[in-house]
């Protein structure tokens, strides 16, 4: 009986590069207003791999790369937030819940959205890894 690695070198996951992220969203500005509503979602430009979607629950904010992990990063390869979803422009439309960050179209789908932390302070989101 031979030994094997626990841990999988999963190519289709490498796609995300580690940047530093630290970002504040100011719920009060026009862009963010969606986010006082349960079930919405908002995209924030310039910030992690794609950009990053910020997700209201009704019980918690939940911070998303925006860039999909099962592709190389192009210009199709960001996610476009809707409510609760976020789906790709690439021609295989892959979709993941901004809940859980797990892919929600394609069963064979190995990597799930990147997460950042979210502390809400007043009105302001502070994002961060």
Known sequence: MSCSSNSIDN????????????????????????LQFTGNSAYVANAGNGGIIVAFTGAD??????????HPQSE?????NSGLNATCGCDDKNTY???TGAPLNNGTLQCSLRNY??????????ISN
């Open 61 to 70: 904010y939940l911070a998303w790369d925006a860039a999909d992990p099962n």
């Open 117 to 126: 932390r979210v502390t809400v302070s007043g009105n302001t989101l502070l």
């Open 11 to 34: 190519k289709n996951c490498k796609f995300l590069l580690d940047i530093g992220v630290n970002v504040a969203v100011n719920l009060n500005l026009p862009q963010y207003s969606q």
């Open 97 to 99: 819940s901004l809940v």
């Open 76 to 80: 199709c390869s960001v996610l476009v």
